[in-house]
C-alpha cells in the first residue's frame, strides 16, 4: 500500500516541477532552468545522504553494466522534454503522452527482461489495459 501512495505522490510531483519548469523557462532559459534543477537537486541530495544514508559513494564506482550510470544524464533530457512538450501542449495533454509513454516503454523493458529486469510474459490484458489509456487520450483530445 505504501508504493501506491508514493507512486501518486510521484506523479503530484512530476506534475507540479513540469508546470513550474515550464514557468521558470519562460523568465530565463531552458537550459539555465535545467542546470538549477539538477544543481538543487543535487544539493537535496546530498543533504539526504549526510543525514540518513552515509554509504561510501566509492560504491558507485563499482556499478556494472556502466550504462547504469546514466541516469543524470537521462535527466537532464527529461527536465528538456518535459518543459517543451508542456510549453507546446499544457500540462494535462503532454502528462498524458508522457505517461503512456512511460507505461509503454516500461512493459517493453519488463516483457523483454531488459536492464536487469525479470522477463514478463507478455499479457492481452495489460495490452487492452494500454489501448484504453491510448482511447482516454483520444477522448481527452477530441473535439
Given at each position: 500500500m505504501v508504493g501506491f501512495f508514493v507512486a501518486i505522490l510521484s506523479g503530484i510531483l512530476m506534475s507540479l516541477q513540469g508546470v513550474f519548469n515550464t514557468e521558470v523557462t519562460k523568465q530565463s532559459s531552458l537550459w539555465t532552468t535545467a542546470a538549477f534543477v539538477h544543481l538543487t537537486g543535487m544539493l537535496v541530495c546530498i543533504l539526504a545522504w549526510v543525514f540518513t544514508d552515509r554509504s561510501s559513494p566509492e560504491r558507485l564506482f563499482a556499478v556494472r553494466p556502466l550504462y547504469l550510470l546514466t541516469g543524470g544524464l537521462i535527466g537532464a533530457f527529461i527536465t528538456y522534454t518535459v518543459v517543451v512538450s508542456m510549453g507546446k501542449m499544457g500540462?494535462?495533454?503532454?502528462?498524458?503522452?508522457?505517461?503512456?509513454?512511460?507505461?509503454?516503454?516500461?512493459?517493453?523493458?519488463?516483457?523483454?527482461?531488459?536492464?536487469?529486469?525479470?522477463?514478463?510474459?507478455?499479457?492481452?490484458?495489460?495490452?487492452?489495459?494500454?489501448?484504453?489509456?491510448?482511447?482516454?487520450?483520444?477522448?481527452?483530445?477530441?473535439?
Open positions: 500540462p494535462a495533454l503532454a502528462v498524458m503522452f508522457i505517461v503512456t509513454a512511460q507505461l509503454i516503454s516500461a512493459y517493453l523493458i519488463e516483457v523483454l527482461g531488459l536492464f536487469g529486469t525479470e522477463k514478463q510474459p507478455l499479457e492481452m490484458r495489460k495490452l487492452v489495459g494500454m489501448g484504453i489509456v491510448i482511447a482516454g487520450i483520444v477522448l481527452f483530445k477530441w473535439k
